[in-house]
């Protein structure tokens, strides 16, 4: 036990002199949440919208008032022909422009039925996607306003509800994407690379001849991540509700439980990595593209899952951060039990048993 | 107390470079060893299979008569172990780095301060700074405290003195001599010929084979022929003259001077002298001297017969 509290310190020593280190614990997860938070925004706000009103009559007035006080859209500049839409769009500012029909009020009571057009900029064409449904939503909304109390003809009104995230708010969804890949990142790569840095500069040598075993040096080199990387996991939790408002409806202990075990699975491939690589170099580069990339890309923080290609879909299930954000997002969004997410958590039970697995056979007590 | 080494048959091979080629070797217990020879005659391969760290492609090693295959872990407690690179932790200050590595073998520094006082008192003064700073020597010593601090029964010091500067070096081998009187087995692997007079016993080594085993005395001894030291006003010219000489047995440079030996029992100074100032040359100095551990050397390195 000594032996292992002396491997402890030595550890600790070495995080905490090392200010690169520091920063990558430290620095990154708080960064990351804050540029994720705040300048990754999918959200619409302020959108600029140009009008060309060819009615000019109550009706008409009501509707851009309605829109530009939804805070998603703000009118910039009223057109007086259709020609000028091409230049305003290629001026690149306005990014919408509502086209109102002549007489929509007229219409409206002697046809009942008013036409408007939508035009949008879909150079960008998520965005463009989003400002049509925002606008087509204030205009229902409206619909339903001036045929109040009115005897409508058979239709169906479809209202819908955003369930786990009313206002789908993005930051709800990368939070548990920031925390699955800070985790990977500080568990994996730091492990990695300072197994990696002892072979390098030598060390490795004389702690193979003296009486530690690889057990008790790969408990002590893991030890002192989890211990951080499961302080990182509250500050992403504590700063997602604090400061972005992301809720946690689930149970905050199944919630550690579930970060402690996704940890020590990162910790895993860490040292799984760190054995096959003979310096801190190639550890670095491993962690990098074997584990970074997919954790972005492939886990379904940022692109869905299932729009992928196929071949891409069956590959993600083998990517351990895919099974934590879907745990999170059940766990903090939905709040529900261990009853719903005990697939998820088994697979990465097993995952992690592999991998340990896997490196107590691939650590070497030699050096070939 | 048994600390012998006892190596038989012995070889270790990469792919298909033998690094090792049979080696057998025997080093008694309490005794202050070298391992002579030039970078990649397979000194470190030795000390790394010696340590447990390699396994040997055939043959055995037993240090305190057990075999360093199939039961490394009771060696790997009782061998202290320096290898060649510097290996502490350079981010760790002295203090921490001993201490460390007392906790890593269970024990305390206070508890083994007779074993490694003389040393750590020239170290103590800087016992606070990073390891990373401090001098080449100072690190030398920090190791082998290091390497002590479990009193082991073995030591291996991989080339201990390499680019550490004379002063040092004298230092440090006086050190070895003082842990020789504490009854621990020392084998040294140095590059430096000079340094096998220190030892009692050495073993040259060159491509993976060990040349000849014995005291420094015998093995200078045994050089049979007259060596001369030959010096003239272009050392590089007269090496190559010499070369051409009918009579000439061999002839290495050494620093200022050459040294020379004849294939002939009877040797005539006058008669070199004359060979060579027809060839040219001036200033001829010609001395009788004592054969070094580095003549003997390049005598068995360069005449694998002269062994038998």
């Known amino acids: 036990m000594n032996r292992f509290i002396g491997f402890l310190k030595k550890e600790f020593y070495h995080i905490f002199r090392d200010k690169r280190s520091m920063l990558i614990l430290f620095g990154m997860p708080i960064v990351q949440i804050l540029l994720f938070g705040y300048v990754i925004n999918t959200d619409l706000k302020d959108v600029q919208m140009a009008v060309l009103d060819h009615s000019k009559d109550e009706y008409s007035a009501e509707i851009i008032n309605k829109i530009t006080s939804s805070g998603y859209f703000k009118l910039t500049e009223n057109l007086e022909s259709l020609e000028e839409a091409d230049a305003v769009f290629r001026k690149g500012n306005v990014k919408v422009i509502l086209v109102i029909e002549p007489d929509l009020g007229k219409n409206l009571i002697k046809n009942t039925a008013g036409n408007i057009q939508i035009l949008t900029d879909a150079s960008d064409p998520n965005t463009a996607n989003l400002e049509v449904n925002y606008l087509q939503g204030i205009l229902q909304n409206y619909n339903l306003e001036i045929n109040r109390g009115k005897q409508t003809p058979l239709s169906i009104q479809a209202k819908s509800r955003m369930y786990f995230n009313a206002n789908l708010e993005s930051v709800f969804m990368f939070i548990p994407g920031i925390m699955a890949t800070i985790l990977m990142l500080v568990s994996a790569m730091m492990t990695s690379i300072s197994i990696a840095r002892e072979k390098e500069l030598g060390t490795m040598e004389i702690l193979l001849v003296s009486p530690l075993n690889p057990l008790q040096i790969i408990l002590g080199k893991v030890a002192p991540y989890l211990v951080l990387s499961f302080i990182n996991a509250l500050v992403i939790i504590g700063m997602g509700y604090f400061i972005f408002g992301v809720p946690v409806l689930g149970s905050f202990a199944l919630l550690m439980a579930e970060s402690v075990l996704f940890i020590f699975l990162a910790l895993s491939i860490g040292i799984f990595i760190s054995t096959v690589s003979k310096n801190q170099q190639v550890a670095m580069m491993l962690s990098m593209f074997a584990l970074m990339l997919p954790t972005i890309i492939l886990s379904g923080f940022i692109f869905p899952i299932r729009n992928m290609p196929i071949p891409l879909q069956v590959f993600s299930n083998i990517i351990p951060p895919k099974w934590f954000i879907i745990i999170l997002k059940n766990i903090m969004l939905k709040g529900v039990g261990i009853e719903y997410i005990w697939k998820e958590t088994l697979i990465l039970i097993a995952m992690t048993f592999g991998f340990i697995g896997l490196s107590l056979k691939k650590f070497k007590t030699r050096l070939e | ?308």
């Open chain 2, 1 to 308: 107390m048994d600390a012998s080494i006892h190596i038989d048959n012995l070889s270790k091979s990469y792919g298909t470079i033998q690094a090792l080629k049979n080696i057998n070797l025997d080093i008694h217990s309490g005794e202050l060893f070298g391992l002579i020879g030039p970078d990649g005659a397979g000194k470190t391969t030795l000390f790394r299979l010696l340590a447990t760290l390699l396994l040997p492609s055939e043959g055995v090693a037993k240090l305190c008569g057990i075999d360093s295959v199939a039961e490394y872990k009771k060696i790997r407690s009782f061998l202290g172990y320096m290898p060649g690179k510097f290996s502490l932790y350079q981010d760790l200050s002295v203090i921490e780095n001993l201490e460390f590595f007392a906790t890593v073998f269970n024990t305390r520094i206070e508890d083994n301060m007779d074993m490694i006082h003389d040393i750590w008192v020239q170290i103590e003064p800087f016992k606070n700074r990073l390891a990373g700073k401090l001098s080449g020597g100072m690190k030398q010593k920090l190791a082998l405290c290091c390497a002590l601090i479990h009193q082991p029964k073995i030591l291996l010091l991989d080339e201990p003195t390499t680019g550490v500067d004379s002063v040092s070096r004298s230092e440090f081998w006086q050190m070895l001599k003082g842990l020789k009187k504490k009854g621990i087995t020392i084998v040294v692997a140095t590059p430096y010929m000079d340094e096998a007079n220190l030892c009692e016993r050495v073993a040259l080594i060159q491509d993976g084979e060990i040349l000849q085993v014995n005291s420094p005395a015998e093995i200078v001894e045994q050089f049979e022929k007259d060596l001369y030291s030959v010096k003239s006003d272009d050392n590089y010219q007269t090496l190559l003259d010499l070369r051409e000489f009918e009579h000439t047995n061999s002839v290495f440079l050494f620093g200022q001077n050459l040294h020379f030996t004849d294939t002939r029992k009877q040797f005539a100074e006058d008669e070199l002298k004359q060979y060579l100032k027809n060839k040219g040359r001036s200033n001829i100095v010609i001395e009788k001297i004592q054969a070094s551990i580095e003549d003997c050397f390049m005598a068995l390195s360069t005449k694998p017969e002269a062994n038998e």
